[in-house]
């Protein structure tokens, strides 16, 4: 089977948890501050602040700029639900807006008409490891005095106009084990404003500035020395895990018949956490039953939207209707793309899904 994701995990990351291990030291320490600073430094920002995980990165990045019961938050539907979630989780409320169906992101130009008196920030969600359209959606923000909270959980290293993704206002990421990089599991927040710094330490470890004296209220979303060695150890790997993955990519694209394959916007650069492409004619379905029957992983991400969920239904009671959303639920299906994917392996998804459309 070739799967979806496949960690690549090699001797320097087990090397740096015996180290760890070694040491006696396995909580939030000295490793966790060299991953903060490499993290930083790798999406050009002056600050990161490691967490437990993606989504209390996303968490935390929103109580950091203060957003909370009574505000609105715009962002996409078209996204894992953690990201609608860690708004609700500060009583804000998530407003979608629909994506460009190019890119499967947010779409820049319906944002302002969903600005409200409420508003107090957008979410442009990287999906797929490609960043948003960035300037549009600075514009906007900056006529309306919102924040920008990004969720680059998807998109490590990935580039718009010369600038990270992570880099346009407060940045969360992902390390989850399917993710471009990994630290097993994990977060990281990245800005280079010293009071959002600053507080997302503090409301980290139980609102403390001084030991045992607690100024707010605050979580556990340590991340621990373990994980931060093993994700410094991966962070060293990035640029080359996403050159792979591009030329993958590139790989699939030149070769697959049948389906629309990704669109890399000039200036952007792409970095493949997923390879999504669309199916027409309601054949998707068909099309992954077909793969998994030939020992090929794909997957949809999502087959749900967010303002479809039941529970964003029946107890938040949307009642939205994103088109180019719902029709990207019914179309996408990723492919592997992975760094760990052997020549043969693309030959082996090429071959599979030409075969499909062959035969149909
Ligand atoms: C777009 C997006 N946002 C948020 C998250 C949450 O990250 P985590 O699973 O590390 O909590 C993910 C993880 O899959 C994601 O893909």
Known sequence: MIHMA??????????????????????????????EEAFAEMCGVKYAIATSSGTTALHLALLANRIGVGDEVITSAFTFIASANSILYTGARPVFVDIDPRTFNLSADLIEVAITPKTKAIMPVHLYGLTCDMDPILRVAEKHNLVIIEDACQSH????????????????FSLYPTKNITSGEGGM????????????????????????????????????????AIGLAQLKKLDKFNVQRRANARFLSENLKGVTAPNIPDGQTHVFHQYTVRVPDGMRDALHTYLQEHEVGSEVYYPVPIHQQSFYVSDL?????????????????????????????????????NEFFAGS
Do not use: W
Not at 157 to 172: L, N
């Open 6 to 35: 496949k960690p690549q995990i090699g001797e320097e990351e087990k090397q740096a948890v015996m180290e760890v291990l070694d040491s006696g030291m396995l909580a939030q320490g000295p490793r966790v501050k060299a991953f």
């Open 157 to 172: 290293g990935a580039g718009y106009k010369g600038r990270k993704a992570g880099s346009f206002g407060t940045g969360a």
């Open 189 to 228: 927040i990245t800005t280079d404003d010293p009071v959002i710094d600053e507080k997302c330490r503090v409301v980290r470890q139980h609102g403390m500035r001084k030991r045992y004296y607690h100024d707010e209220l605050g979580f556990n979303f340590r991340m621990t020395d373990v994980h931060a």
């Open 317 to 353: 009671g949307y009642k939205d209707s994103l088109p180019e959303t719902e029709r990207a639920a019914q179309e996408v299906l990723s492919l592997p793309v992975h760094a760990g994917l052997s020549a043969s392996d693309l030959e082996t998804i090429v071959a599979a899904v």
